[in-house]
């Protein structure tokens, strides 16, 4: 068995390159990752553990949106950058980023921060960001408060997976299937619709 300590020095860095990578490239299962450190922390010793979870999660986070939306501001300036925020853009479907951009004029910060806890609204309202031509500092600071929701929402669904059983594996499982089943609602509805 490997000691805890060295499970926290190989853990928490990883959960935050895996985070702030998710942040960059929005196909890693950011929520999950949270939700199962969030599940392993409950089983160990919990207040310390959960504490850095969420420091680490929510920091990530931040950091990736940051250096996103900095990446697509430097995009809307140059040739090459405009390329990777039209593969960026094609991503988000068009009258999602019609909606985003509405609900930023009329609402503000506070579409920032809900976009984070929508399954795949972060990138549309980013966009919008972007197009709005938000200064970096107005973006941060809807953006904060945005990723410490997300980080305790998914910290959450990790924490009842890790209170419902007994085994660390099964509450990780249960949290990881709780979070696909977030994450498809969305589409699911949309396509009913």
Request: glycine share 8%; aromatic share 8%; charged share 15%.
């Amino acid at each position: 068995m490997v000691p805890e300590s060295t499970q926290q020095a190989i853990g928490y860095p990883t959960l935050f390159v895996l985070v702030l990578a998710g942040a960059l490239v929005p196909v890693i299962p950011t929520g999950a990752l949270v939700s199962s450190a969030a599940v392993v922390a409950v089983h160990r010793t919990a207040p310390f553990s959960l504490a850095m979870v969420f420091v680490t999660a929510s920091l990530a986070a931040f950091l990736g949106d940051v250096a996103l939306y900095w990446l697509g501001r430097r995009g809307l300036k140059s040739k090459n950058g405009s390329r990777w925020l039209a593969a960026i853009r094609a991503r988000a479907p068009e009258d999602r980023l019609e909606q985003a951009q509405a609900k930023l004029t009329a609402h503000g910060v506070a579409v920032l921060v809900l976009s984070r806890l929508v399954p795949a609204g972060r990138i549309p309202v980013m966009l919008a960001c972007l197009l709005a031509e938000w200064p970096m500092r107005r973006f941060a600071r809807g953006n904060f408060p945005a990723c410490l929701a997300w980080a305790v929402t998914y910290q959450l669904i990790g924490i009842l997976g890790g209170a419902l059983f007994d085994e660390p594996w099964q509450g990780v499982l249960a949290a990881i299937v709780l979070t696909v089943l977030i994450s498809a609602v969305p589409a699911v509805v949309r396509r009913v619709r």
